[in-house]
């Protein structure tokens, strides 16, 4: 069974630097064609992707969000791990990571709720 | 970026209904669209993958269609169970959601 698991702040003051982990289990992250993603949604509003990273290490990031983020695997701990620098309240949003199968993203992790406040 | 767009934003539908939701890409992604499932306090669930396949385990009652720039995602008799929110998403081009199309109940 597949399944991912996010971890990470609760609340985090305004400027600093969020780092988020997903463990994963039930597949490797040294799988071809697999890969895992960070993807957000701010209370009561759409889902917004994040970032990504492959088994061969490729990534991608959010153009908008590109300067703030750096994902990065560590295959022998099955983890993920997304930092996010210079968080603001506007960043205040459930955090989720998924797996990447082709160009889906199947299955999600339960996700994980960051306040970003004073 | 290629900017996604779903109509109606909500609906309202009985149990019953058929229900057909539009997702609109901003250019050509060919057949690569999916389309997920949310309900409140959870997280997305893939439906449909490559603009038309059947997620295993997915009742049959949903399908996808499409391709280039329009798509539909069709409940075909609404059940208790699918009043949530509806999302679409491109992988053609890095990656991007739509908004969301939040179906309730009559």
């Known amino acids: 069974q597949v399944t991912l698991k996010e971890s990470g702040p609760v609340l985090v003051k305004p400027t600093e630097t969020l780092t988020l982990t997903c463990t994963v289990s039930?597949?490797?992250?040294?799988?071809?064609?697999?890969?895992v993603s960070w993807i957000r949604q701010p209370p009561g509003k759409a889902l917004e992707w994040l970032a990504h990273?492959?088994?061969?290490?490729?990534?991608s990031y959010s153009t908008s969000l590109k300067s703030r983020l750096t994902i990065s695997k560590d295959t022998s701990k099955s983890q993920v791990v997304l930092t996010m620098t210079n968080m603001d309240p506007v960043d205040t949003a459930t955090y989720y990571c998924a797996r990447i199968s082709a160009d889906w993203f199947d299955p999600w992790g339960q996700g994980t709720l960051v306040t970003v406040s004073s | 970026d290629i900017q996604m767009t779903q109509s109606p934003s909500s609906l309202s539908a009985s149990v019953g209904d058929r229900v057909t939701i539009t997702c609109r890409a901003s250019q050509s992604i060919s057949s690569y669209l999916n389309w997920y499932q949310q309900k409140p306090g959870k997280a997305p669930k893939l439906l449909i993958y490559a603009a038309s396949s059947l997620q295993s385990g997915v009742p049959s009652r949903f399908s996808g269609s499409g391709s280039g720039t329009d798509f539909t995602l069709t409940i075909s008799s609404l059940q208790p169970e699918d009043f949530a929110t509806y999302y679409c998403?491109?992988?053609?081009?890095?990656?991007?959601f739509g908004p969301g199309t939040k179906v309730d109940i009559k």
């Open positions: 039930g597949f490797s992250l040294s799988n071809a064609r697999m890969g």
């Open positions: 998403q491109q992988s053609y081009s890095t990656v991007t």
């Open positions: 990273i492959f088994s061969n290490d490729e990534k």
